[in-house]
Each structure stands twice: as structure tokens, then as C-alpha cells.
């Protein structure tokens, strides 16, 4: 159901940290132009811990789903460390359009593998939508086996994972245990191409926020057939993927937007800017890249 580049939709804020509603919904209407597949707002990249409130965090994916007008698929982050909470987001997301939720594992509480599939398996029986299941235990303090995932893949709502243990052999068991039942689509976007060769089905990628048009390439590259040009991709984006994760998501790529003139602004506290010294080195990779001229040197 969910495959290609879905794009981890950074939250533009205004200089006094408001929601930037206008530019959230240019962003989009870039996305319908780069032939984005889906975008996945008010998740990590969305800085959904910081935003005020569950007004607000369902404004930003309301926006969203008004630009969209469906001409993109919208996977809305609803996915939180209390199973009730959890059940209500996705009853909302279904109420609003939304074409699936991401279901983050819960976090601080440190589920065991048995509570995760009790869990998923109460949103899910709840859910009028389809489920992305969402493991990403360096932030979460738990990872979801391949095993577990296997065990949640029967269910007619979880439809895809998102893997972002960066582990291409924990991509690879979670094929080989689930084959067809859901599609894997990577959460590391140094490891796009390597996961679609163990059987992954694209992205919800950081780095289609900055360059959507080349990831979009190295994925339809590789629905081709063509591996070489896959892999050509996939050697020219690792250095700025990379750099995009100099410190933490989503503090780098929005410097890398605002470097490019998208004026997406600051992220919330308790994020900060990037140290300066971090910044020149996201912006050299950016001058590698070619999105950006070298900086003049002053006789």
C-alpha cells in the first residue's frame, strides 16, 4: 500500500516559533511538484514532542491534508506511548482523511516484545485506517524484533514498518519472516538503496525534504531495474544524508532548508541551532552536493 518516497514533512515556524501555516502549505505543493508519493507530517521531523498540544499537532496535518487535495498520500503521526491515546489519534486521523497512521513504538515506558503486540494489536483493532508500524529504538529505548513484527503482520491494518534500527540484517528477517504480508520502508536514509535490495520498498526519508527529486530517481532506478544507477544515486546522496544527522533530527535539516531559502525557521526548544562549527560542515556537503556555491573567499 505504502511504497516510494514519503518524505518525514519538517514543521515550519515563524520568527516568534508560531506555526507557519503558509509555509507548510507551500512545502507541500513542492511535494506535489517533485512527485513526491506521500509525506508524513507531525512524526520525529515534525518535532511532534514539541508542538502545542494536540490542537495543534492535528492543525499541521489538517494543512496538510487541504493542500494534498489527493494528490499525495498523508501517513499522520498518531502513534504515542499510551495505548488509549494512541487509539483516539487514529480514530481522529480516520475522521479527517488521513490515508494511514504512524504508529511509533512507546517510548520511556519500555514495553517488553509481548506488550508491543498487545499494543499495536489494540490500535489496530481500533483503527479505521491502515497502520505503519514505527521502530525506531534509539529514540524509543526499545526495539521491535523482526520476530514481533511477524507476529502483528497478520492484522488486516498493519500494512508496512518503517525500519529505522539502521540494521540491514534486521531489514532483512523482518522479509524473510513476513515476505508480501506488509511492505518495509527505511527510516535511515543512508541505508535507502541497501534496504530495497534486502526486499524494502522505499523510504520515509529526512532527506527528501531537501533534494525529493534525486531520492525519487534512486527509487524509481531501482523499480527499473536498473541497479547500477541505483547504486550511482546512492553513493552521491550518502555524504549529505549523512550530514543531515551531524546532530539531532530535525536541528540539521532545517538548517539545510534555510540555507536553501525555504525559511522554515528554528526548531522548538528543547532544540536549539546547530553549533556553528556543524553548520559549515552541513554546508560544505551541500556545496559538494551542488546545492549551494562555494562561499567567497575575501582578498
Known amino acids: 500500500m505504502f511504497r ?28 506535489i511538484s517533485a512527485g513526491t508519493d506521500g509525506l508524513v507530517p507531525c ?15 492535528f492543525r499541521v496535518i489538517e494543512i496538510v491534508l487541504e493542500e494534498a487535495r489527493g494528490k ?9 506511548n499510551s495505548t488509549t491515546r494512541s487509539v483516539m489519534n487514529v480514530k481522529r486521523l480516520g475522521e479527517m482523511g488521513a490515508d494511514g497512521a504512524l504508529m511509533i513504538t512507546p517510548y520511556y515506558n ?13 490500535v489496530a483493532d481500533a483503527s479505521p485506517v491502515p497502520l505503519v508500524l514505527y521502530n525506531v529504538p534509539s529514540r524509543t529505548g526499545v526495539n521491535m524484533l ?29 522479509k524473510r519472516l513476513c515476505g508480501d504480508a506488509l511492505t518495509i520502508l ?4 543512508p541505508v535507502i538503496y541497501p534496504t530495497m535490495c534486502v526486499g524494502g520498498d522505499g523510504v520515509i526519508s529526512v532527506l527528501g525534504n531537501v533534494v525529493p527529486e534525486d531520492v525519487r ?13 541505483a547504486r550511482e544515486w546512492h553513493l552521491r546522496l550518502l555524504p549529505l544524508a549523512q550530514a543531515l544527522f551531524l546532530e539531532t533530527n530535525p536541528m540539521p535539516v532545517k538548517e539545510a532548508m534555510n540555507l536553501l531559502g525555504w525559511e522554515v525557521g528554528s526548531p522548538r ?26 562561499a567567497a573567499v575575501s582578498s
Open 4 to 31: 516510494g518516497l514519503y518524505v518525514a514533512l519538517v514543521t515550519p515556524f515563524g520568527p516568534d516559533g508560531a506555526l507557519n501555516e503558509e509555509k507548510l502549505r507551500e512545502l507541500v505543493r513542492r511535494h
Open 43 to 57: 512524526g520525529t521531523t515534525g518535532e511532534n514532542p514539541a508542538l502545542y498540544g494536540w490542537d495543534e499537532h
Open 72 to 80: 499525495l498520500k498523508i501517513i499522520g503521526g498518531a502513534g504515542t
Open 110 to 122: 519500555k514495553p517488553t516484545q509481548d506488550g508491543l503486540v498487545a499494543h499495536f494489536r489494540a
Open 146 to 174: 523482526p520476530e514481533t513484527v511477524a507476529r502483528l503482520a497478520d492484522h488486516e491494518r498493519i500494512v508496512c514498518v518503517k525500519e529505522a534500527s539502521g540494521s540491514l540484517v534486521q531489514a532483512s528477517w523482518i
Open 186 to 189: 527505511s527510516g535511515e536514509d
Open 217 to 229: 530517481s534512486m527509487i524509481q532506478a531501482f523499480r527499473n531495474g536498473d541497479h547500477q544507477k
Open 269 to 294: 526548544l528543547p532544540l536549539v541551532r546547530m553549533k556553528p562549527e556543524n553548520v559549515e560542515r552541513l554546508r560544505q556537503a551541500m556545496v559538494a552536493y551542488g546545492l549551494l556555491q562555494p
